[in-house]
């Protein structure tokens, strides 16, 4: 089946640790997107990335890293310079350029802090 | 700059009557509009877009919206609600120019009351 999947579903997080959320998308998109989802606040863009090897700083990129060395993953790596990483992490991706383009999502990655 | 609206927090509706969950925008260029389902601790599901075309626009498990270009909005509506139609809605907006990223309201938590 073609999509999305993210992993780990849940995560914890120590003091002043580094944890890396992976995406992973079989549907040949070459756009792909992470998004941070706080109760009550939407959906808040943290990196995208249009293609291979580029990507860009969202709205909310600091404390957070990315990579895109394939054009399959997409990982993000939550620092210990992000102070309040307690939230729900989507990623997405879409093929950008094409009239029906649209964002399809992962399930989910719940990051707590222990 | 983009930005989407969602002006109610919670809408409460009675199964079998008819819902409408609101949605306006602001966007550069031609709108591109959506509408997303989410489930509890679950991605969200694509319900229907606007492009182009008819402004009346029909989508999974019986929704359909009205794009209104005067008034700025995308209205979710529904003709009869089911209790299973309950999860929290996003409306999403991206402007038709190169390079514009997806931006989503904060949502609405609907709840279908048997």
């Known amino acids: 089946d073609g999509g999305i999947t993210q992993s780990p579903k849940y995560l914890f997080r120590k003091e002043g640790q580094n944890v890396t959320l992976s995406c992973e998308q079989n549907l040949n998109h070459d756009a792909m997107y992470w998004y941070r989802q706080d109760p009550g606040q939407g959906l808040r863009l943290i990196y995208y990335s249009q293609i291979v090897n580029d990507f860009q700083k969202g709205d909310i990129a600091e404390g957070y890293s990315v990579s895109r060395e394939k054009k399959e993953s997409f990982p993000l790596t939550v620092t210990s310079a992000q102070k309040n990483p307690t939230a729900f992490y989507l990623c997405a991706s879409s093929m950008p350029g094409v009239s029906n383009e649209k964002l399809f999502f992962g399930s989910g990655t719940q990051l707590s802090v222990l | 700059a983009q930005s989407v609206a969602q002006p109610e927090d919670q809408v409460n509706v009675a199964e079998g009557n008819p819902l409408t969950v609101k949605c306006t925008y602001s966007v550069s260029g031609n709108p591109y509009l959506f509408w997303y389902v989410q489930y509890p601790n679950r991605g969200l599901q694509f319900l229907l877009k606007?492009?182009?075309?008819?402004?009346l626009v029909k989508g999974s498990y019986g929704f359909e919206a009205e794009f209104n270009k005067s008034q700025t909005s995308f209205h979710l509506k529904k003709p009869s609600a089911l209790v299973s139609d309950s999860a929290l809605y996003f409306c999403?907006?991206?402007?038709?120019?190169?390079?514009?990223?997806?931006?989503f309201g904060p949502g609405t938590r609907l709840s279908v009351l048997p």
């Open positions: 606007y492009i182009t075309g008819d402004n």
């Open positions: 999403a907006v991206r402007g038709d120019n190169y390079g514009q990223n997806f931006v």
